[in-house]
């Protein structure tokens, strides 16, 4: 049985929420956040499971530039502005338009992942040692912040001391329940720690990958940052497997 830590006050706004949504037929998006550490002779000695409510400005301008059809055009970021924050600090604003879909010769911005083997290197699909993008997670608790646009003290890739090695992201996992008219997505991502010592984990973050399908160079844009409940030891030779699920109750 999955380790629950989500408040009970939080959990019953979040339930009353899509209670609501579903009344009012407004679709509701819901992410969980699952952390498991294992050891090599399969012991899990660590497990639990919580919300994700950290969605930043970067997602909900990634949201709206879709609803909207309007490229990210502004040179400067903060609230009332369409455009991304990189995990510099620098802020991003496109001449293209941002949209979920791409056509090759169209040079439209896309974050779309293909189906099967297909779309590693674009949208959540990190590859094999891949630390740039995808799902990654971090070493400090710095409350979250709607403004940020980085884990405040990412875990690199490697072998070396502080280090993880990222395993390439797991493909989509897509189900649907047709009694709750709830679409989910699984998400998951593995990383082992061959570091010689214990790495704490604290923060975990999604990062995705869009670009110009005609000859695009990626940006990373952070679209999500979670501080655990609390910290994640990681022991030598453990693997850490974090899973987001999205969920979106459809209309009734």
Not at 80 to 89: A, N, Q, V
Not at 110 to 138: C, E, H, P, Q
Not at 188 to 208: H, L, P, Q, V
């Amino acid at each position: 049985m999955k380790n629950y830590i989500e408040t009970k006050d939080s959990e019953k706004d979040y339930r009353e929420l899509a209670r609501l949504g579903s009344k009012l037929g407004v679709p509701i998006p819901e992410c969980f956040l699952d952390i498991e550490v294992k050891m090599p002779n399969g012991e899990v000695v660590h497990q639990h499971s919580q919300r994700s409510h950290s969605w930043n400005r970067n997602f909900y301008n990634m949201l709206f530039c879709n609803m909207v059809c309007k490229n990210p055009s502004d040179a400067t970021f903060g609230a009332g502005l369409l455009s991304f924050m990189r995990p510099s600090g620098a802020p991003r604003s496109y001449a293209s338009l941002f949209c979920l879909f791409g056509y090759p010769n169209g040079g439209q911005l896309s974050m779309v992942d293909a189906d099967a083997t297909g779309g590693a290197g674009i949208g959540l699909r990190a590859g094999n040692g891949v630390d740039s993008f995808g799902i990654l997670v971090g070493t400090d608790d710095t409350a979250e912040d709607f403004e940020s646009g980085t884990l405040i003290a990412k875990v690199a890739q490697g072998n070396s001391a502080g280090q993880l090695a990222y395993q390439a992201s797991e493909l989509h996992a897509i189900t649907y329940t047709s009694g709750t008219k709830t679409l989910s997505d699984v998400l998951s991502r593995y990383a082992n720690n061959n570091s010689g010592g214990i790495i704490t984990m604290k923060e975990s973050a999604i990062y995705i990958a869009m670009g110009l399908y005609a000859g695009y160079t990626p940006e990373y844009i952070m679209t999500a940052r979670d501080v655990l409940g609390a910290p994640v030891a990681i022991p030598d030779t453990g693997q850490l497997k974090v899973t987001y699920t999205i969920n979106l109750v459809y209309p009734h």
